[in-house]
């Protein structure tokens, strides 16, 4: 704990819409992704070091103000609720409003850019309270906001981004990026919910192993591309569509033509999470992310993660896989991963020591609690 701890500690809130989908297991269907994970993870963790958590979820049929593992949820809106061209403002700019009023937290926290951000801020300003933004993706550091709706959900960001009483960034890269629009931040490790393992070389039954939404900037096409070049190699592809981009059912159509190729589709997350100590390479093709989950779930595996997105350098410096430049770069590295038992073994060793590292929860979690008792 930080060293006011002795204070009072403020009320949080947590906004997460999606999140009910993991905090209770009535409620599982739906998207979600890392973000929501560390979340929850997060609100778990500082219920169990005392402080009052409250979330705000979607109304997914749930009595308002149920609590699950200590947190009070408190019901928004609906995921399809309102109609088309006016739902911005009700119902949820009103129904996002009257449950942060129904929760009176002390400062609430929110992650992944949108209009819930500027609302945030907005109710902050009129109640005397304090908001803290954590940055999901290097899309929420790009000025045009790919991932932001129009451009009234993006004005709403805009707005909240540079009102926000805290902003905490996920690497360098995306505190270098902020700093370019005018916005400080803090660099804080996530708080992913992986475990560690130590499956031997001989004992793993999947060659590489892709785990993502289906988002045209995942660039599962890639992928299928490498899985072609490479057709004595099996691959396995993880993941649900995501909106109404077209990737998921692009991809589903090409996987169908190629033998070495399995689409699994959605899987529940303890289903996925098995998936990684049982495979020798994790593969990604993303042009964009924040600080993967996927990579730290595969690290704690010993599975080495050959990708294009490489945060702050972390698996080159730390020799955690390969940081590819071009597919043919990938694919090189990925053949000599899979056929060089030596040095498959020595970069399986390092990806599981840097794990154990990195994953305390106490030192992950001490930035957010000082970030929390600063602003109270």
């Not at 109304?59 to 103000?65: A, I, L, V």
């Not at 996002?96 to 500027?118: E, P, Q, T, V």
Request: hydrophobic share 40%; aromatic share 8%; proline share 5%.
């Amino acid at each position: 704990m930080p060293e006011d701890a002795g204070r009072k500690l403020p009320r949080l809130c947590i906004v997460g819409l999606p999140n009910l989908r993991i905090l209770a297991p009535e409620y599982t269907q739906g998207r979600v992704g890392g973000a929501e994970r560390q979340q929850v993870k997060l609100a778990k963790a500082l219920v169990g070091r005392g402080f009052n958590v409250a979330m705000i979820v979607f109304d997914e049929g749930q009595p308002d103000g149920r609590v699950w593992e200590g947190i009070t949820t408190y019901a928004a809106y609906g995921p399809h609720a309102g109609i088309a061209g006016f739902r911005l403002v009700h119902p949820r700019l009103t129904g996002l409003w009257s449950a942060m009023k129904r929760a009176d937290a002390d400062i609430y926290y929110l992650s992944c850019a949108s209009m819930h951000l500027g609302v945030a801020t907005l109710f902050a300003r009129r109640y005397g309270r304090k908001v803290v933004f954590r940055v999901a993706s290097n899309m929420d550091c790009d000025p045009q906001l790919p991932d932001v709706g129009d451009w009234r959900h993006k004005a709403l960001f805009r707005y909240g981004l540079q009102r926000a009483d805290a902003v905490l960034a996920q690497t360098l890269q995306q505190r270098g990026m902020l700093a370019r629009v005018g916005r400080d931040s803090r660099v804080v490790a996530p708080l992913p919910d992986v475990a560690l393992s130590n499956r031997a070389r001989e004992a793993r039954d999947l060659q590489v192993l892709w785990v993502n939404n289906f988002r045209t900037s995942k660039r599962a096409d890639l992928l299928l591309e490498l899985a072609h070049r490479m057709p004595d190699v099996r691959f396995d592809l993880v993941g649900g569509p995501h909106g109404r981009d077209p990737a998921f059912e692009q991809a589903k159509g090409e996987a169908a033509s190629l033998r070495n190729v399995r689409f699994h589709g959605y899987l529940p997350h303890e289903q996925t999470a098995g998936m990684y100590p049982r495979a020798r390479l994790l593969v990604s093709t993303s042009e964009i992310e924040g600080f993967p989950n996927t990579y730290l779930q595969a690290w704690a595996s010993g599975t080495p993660v050959v990708g294009f997105f490489d945060p702050d350098e972390m698996i080159a410096r730390h020799g955690l896989g390969h940081a590819a430049r071009t597919l043919d770069e990938m694919q090189q590295v990925s053949e000599k991963l899979l056929t060089d038992d030596v040095k498959w073994d020595e970069t399986s060793a390092r990806c599981r020591d840097y794990a154990a590292s990195v994953m305390d929860e106490n030192n992950m979690l001490l930035p957010y609690l000082e970030t929390f008792m600063t602003l109270r």
